[in-house]
């Protein structure tokens, strides 16, 4: 079946490789006409996968090592030649079909050890180990661990780096040949004063009057603010708490339609995370009440829209399409925030599609993250803003949404993940 696939695809490939690709006057260089055309190519081949779960893993052949587009745009294809996993070996009979692709211009092929199938294996096993061991010092030695696509192996950061600490690992958490470890440094450490930073801190104002106008609209980047019903004291009344920006539209079959943004909040005191209940709003507008929020692992909340709001879908990079955009190492995407300021940020290149991370000070630890270069534009008040994949053909897809920044590199929590935790469809 997948031999029948792959021949499909190849054709499909000959069809669309044929066509020109169409680039916007902002940007006609070759390596955005290379993007969009590894990205089409991306799409194809995923679907050719049947992939089956939420991150897709369940889908991949076993021949499948990964991809990644390089600083020309071009697209690299990786392929596993050899494996200690007791994979088989490459079927020589796959050349006329998958490897073919390597012929057409701008593909490239690169033999790797392990199955991509394989080492998100190994970051499923150590969210759930690393995440339920609260006794075990090993594993709460890890700070960070991450699918290294280029490198084809799994990086795992430990905050106290050495041969002991690496055998304590290997014997107490899990051990695998894919796992190369690295020592944390500073960057690591403070990804949780980073995320709190992120939050735009502004005074408590009172919430607008219910209903002020008929038809209120509101899009990704919008800066909203949460106000929290003072229940034991009296329920009319409200404190403020918080501020972000709004992410993405999703619709859920108890709640219906409302947005994505951050679960965490930040004053200038302490941080916070979204309660059920809690107002949201603009400064002139109530928007909706947060109804979902699921800060464990993927740091995200749902907020219901009232009848009168009205989604507008284009911000200031353009419209986004409600689709989710596969994350792909190399690939461009874009944000939009609103501290200060509704606003679009520099487009930068996805470095890791799947990392998480442990903060032991608080017991928490977010997985799936898209770790993108930034150029450090990231300020306060755009957490929970919208993160979007970005193509010289206009072309924008749903990547996740803001939750923090490390120096020049943007945080993304995957849509994929939160929409899966919070029982989203888009």
Known sequence: MKKMLSRVLVFTLALMLSNAIVVNAYDDSDFWRNHDRSMEIVHILFESFALEDVRGVSGYPDYFGGLYIDDDGNLVLLLVVDTSFGFSQFDASLDTSFVRMGYFEGISLREVQFAFSELSHVMDMLDDIIDNAEECKAARNASRWSLDVVGNRILVNLLEFSSESIALFEANVFSSPAIVFQPCDGRVIDIWDAILELNYTSPPYAPPPALTRSVVSVRPGDHIYVWRPNLMTNPRTYTFVGSGSVGYLATNDAFGRGFVT???????????????????????????????????????????????????GTTPNGEVSQVIAPPVVGSRVQFVGSGPGHRRGTSGPITEIRASHHFSAIGLTIRNVIVWRSDASLVGGDSGGLTHSLSAAGVRGISGIIVGRVGSYGLTIQASEINSRLRLQL
Not at 294 to 303: E, L, P, R, S
Request: a neutral charge; glycine letters at 8%.
């Open 262 to 312: 951050a679960a965490h909040l930040s004053t200038a005191l302490s941080g916070v995370h979204l309660r059920y209940g809690d107002l949201v709003g603009t400064s002139t507008d109530r928007l909706g009440r947060a109804r979902l929020v699921w800060d464990q692992t993927v740091d995200a909340a749902f907020v219901q829209l009232y009848s009168n709001v009205v989604w507008n």
